[in-house]
């Protein structure tokens, strides 16, 4: 059986992506064959494919960190899973493809009934989002927090679980996304146009009890003067190497995985040994993933479950076929995007959930 997957030729802009039709994996010890119904299209994957990310595989590979689908075949040595059912993952890079062969440890099984777009949102943006809020910054109801790119698919998603947490937010944003921002209860704030440092100290006089910062670089810094002494900032992305201080798209390809990394260093340790009691923390869901692999399976089965009472709703901003995958990515990293991007493979939505 043949089967269409997605691959990042050389690091650069979008023409890197190339579509190619090839026979499919076959499951080896322990793993599962999952036909792909969605894979979550996000900033991280932009950065893989220009090289920039701590997690870029060598090329070429196939782009994609999370995914649901559909168990198809089993290999030697698997247990307790069967074809038909429904499951999520996170494999980081390999979800562009109509099919993927992982460990069965990997796997974590989605209820019937939801959609797959809906459901893949949770696997990368909302395990951020719940793990920064509940794991990182431990926050409390009454608390003030501000979130940068309040509109984009990890910002949604901390407005949405902010607010389960009743958490006063104020969230940066382009003025498109201001109505986003309100409609899930958070005061936006136009990064475009306003100095956010100032609109905090005017709306909430001491500061916010925490800060989630994923553009990083200086931005770090000015994100701590948000803060009321004993906050913290919780630094955990590097748009500011994709977009503005230096978009990679473009230039000769080459890995530079630690790029951004050596600076995130000197602002933690800068936020440890200045006064004011004000911590720059860094947040990575694949390292909290690979230390404590139990909390990513408690943290993902409590959002589904939160998914299928209706408590929380993704933002689904597009969906594209695989084939447009390109498409896709380019549409991600021109900006603007409201909500999450996804590729679906096959059907759109989950019709019949687990045997
Ligand atoms: N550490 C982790 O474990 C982890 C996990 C998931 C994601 N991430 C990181 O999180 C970041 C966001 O990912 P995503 O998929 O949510 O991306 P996204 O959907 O593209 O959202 C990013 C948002 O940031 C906004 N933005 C850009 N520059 C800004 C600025 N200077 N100030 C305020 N907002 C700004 C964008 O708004 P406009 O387009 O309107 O400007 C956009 O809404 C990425 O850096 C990614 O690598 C980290």
């Known amino acids: 059986m043949r089967h269409t997957r997605v691959i990042v030729t050389h690091y650069g802009g979008p023409d890197a992506l190339r579509v190619v039709e090839e026979e499919c994996p076959e499951p080896k010890i322990g793993e599962v064959r999952v036909r792909v119904l969605a894979a979550g299209v996000s900033l991280p994957d932009i950065m893989a494919r220009e090289g920039v990310h701590p997690e870029t595989p060598p090329v070429p590979f196939t782009p994609g960190w999370d995914l649901v689908g559909v168990v198809e075949r089993l290999g030697a040595g698997t247990s307790g899973i069967e074809p038909g059912q429904i499951v999520a993952a996170m494999p980081i890079h390999g979800a562009y493809a109509e099919f993927v ?65 009743e958490l006063e937010m104020y969230g940066t944003c382009s003025s498109r996304g201001a109505p986003a921002v309100s409609g899930l209860g958070g005061v936006p704030i136009d990064y475009r146009n306003q ?97 404590k692999p139990a909390w990513f399976r408690q943290d993902l089965i409590a959002l589904l479950d939160l998914l299928q009472q209706k408590k929380i709703k993704p933002l689904i901003a597009q969906r594209f076929p695989l084939a447009e995958a390109r498409n896709a990515q380019e549409l991600l990293g021109k900006g603007g995007v409201i909500g999450k991007i996804v590729l679906v493979p096959n059907e759109p939505s989950l019709e019949s959930g687990a045997v």
């Open 195 to 291: 100095d956010y440092v100032k609109e905090i100290h005017r709306l909430a006089s001491e500061g916010v009890d925490a800060v989630f910062d994923p553009i990083g670089g200086a931005h770090l810094w000015h994100s701590r003067e948000a803060l009321r002494p004993g906050g913290r900032v919780v630094g955990y992305g590097l748009i500011s190497s994709i977009r503005g201080e230096g978009l990679a798209s473009g230039r000769p390809g080459r890995r530079q995985r630690f790029r951004g990394s050596a600076v995130f260093g000197l602002y933690i340790a800068g936020g440890w040994l200045l006064p004011g009691r004000k911590r720059v923390v860094p947040y990575s869901i694949q390292t909290l993933k690979r230390l």
């Open 101 to 165: 062969c992982l460990p069965q440890r990997e796997l974590i099984r989605v209820p019937s009934g939801l959609d797959a777009a809906e459901a893949v949102s949770l696997v990368l943006n909302y395990i951020t989002a719940y793990q920064m809020l509940h794991r990182s910054a431990k926050v409390k109801p009454g608390q003030r927090v501000l979130i940068h790119g309040a509109a984009g698919g990890v910002g949604t998603a901390l407005l949405q679980l902010g607010r389960l947490a």
